[in-house]
């Protein structure tokens, strides 16, 4: 009981350094968090850890600012393996259609973890996309949305994915939802990694 709750602490500590050092841009403390074949995957972005945190990175010295806060956690070990969801929120800030808006997404943070050499670290990290909204940062202000653009993208984050194509990121379509298909493949895909399958 005693290795299970350390596990667990470990895990949880692991989940809060990503989005602080992720935030903050301590990229090589970020890096740590990670297993050298971690892969992430995000509305914006689908690759290597490496790749995640060089563009990650590219886009911080330009000035975009995607940040994160936490909320709880729910964390099923299995030996070496583990399955972390986490309560999150993810905030942007942008021009859309001319106006400075924040969007902010609600969901969970979908984790596929391993111990190895006596270290938990990311081998999966697949965000679940539940719902989310955007705000003028000036409310006299109001951006003229193009209804046919927004309601093409999944509900979970579709202002999210407005935004960020409007500067320029290519949004993956299919991202899971609170409910629906892909997140039921993702729970299966969880369940099979517990039993030692593969994360991906």
Sequence with gaps: MLDARDDRLAIRDLVENWAVWRDAGEWQRFRTVWHDDGIMMATWFQGTADEFIAVSKSGFERGVRILHFLGGSSIDVAGDRAIAQTKM????????????????????????????????????????????????????????????????FPEGYRHLAYLQTGIG????????????????????????????????
């Design 89 to 152: 929120t993810i905030s942007q800030r942008a021009d859309v259609e001319d106006v400075l808006c924040d969007v902010v997404c609600t969901g969970r943070f979908y984790d596929f973890l391993e111990k190895r050499d006596g270290r938990w670290g990311l081998v999966l990290r697949q965000p679940i996309y539940e719902k989310d909204r955007i705000d003028p940062v000036d409310p006299k202000q109001v951006p003229q949305l193009d209804r046919k653009l927004l309601e093409s």
């Design 169 to 200: 990121y290519r949004v993956k379509p299919d991202m899971p939802g609170l409910t629906g298909d892909a997140v039921q493949a993702l729970y299966a895909r969880g369940r099979r990694w517990l039993a030692g399958g593969p994360a991906v």
